[in-house]
């Protein structure tokens, strides 16, 4: 399974934000995008000039990342909101938010999606009573996520659990914190993905 492995910290100043991509670290003054909000390299801190299609791949690269996928899952996941019928911005925003490992790091089960992505691997969380491996598992409304019997005790979910009450929970998902048991009470709407994200750009983009 291809996986970035690089400076996760170097792709928030790339691409001129916080992605969030180390949890809690990124709301402290370790930061590497607080101390260096420009990208990286030797001419990182000149002017930078895009043209059409640079906005447009910017703001592509920047949601994949958000994500944590690889091109190729990012454009198979594209293709298939565009067969989805609805808008394909929209419909391509409620697919990456209902991947599982997503919805765990959502619920805060997770500090962050990459740690989701290896817990699910791991095989540390049920759906509907089965366990489920595949990150990029598709939730549907009334799916219930619950970490599986022997990982409980694991102070990682202990941890993520505290975390996230600062993080706050979507209106489309439930968490049961004493179970450890999330519930999808329905499908993501896009006013509930606060992300800073312009979806449009990115149909732009695969529509050139």
Sequence with gaps: ????????????RREAMKLFLKGERCYTDKCSFDRRPYP???HGQRR?????YGIRLREKQKVRRIYGLMENQFHSTFTEAERVKGVT???????????????IYRLGLARTRSEARQLVRHRHFSVNGHTVNIPSFLVNPGDKIQVRERSRQKAVFTSSVEAASRRGTPEWLELDPASLEGTIKSAPNREEITL???EQLIVEFYSR
């Design 89 to 103: 911005g929209q419909n391509l925003l409620s697919l990456l938010e209902r991947r599982l490992d997503s919805t």
């Design 40 to 42: 990286p390299g030797q």
């Design 196 to 198: 800073p994200i312009q």
């Design 1 to 12: 399974m291809a996986r970035y492995i690089g400076p996760v910290c170097k792709l928030c």
């Design 48 to 52: 930078m000039k895009f043209t059409e």
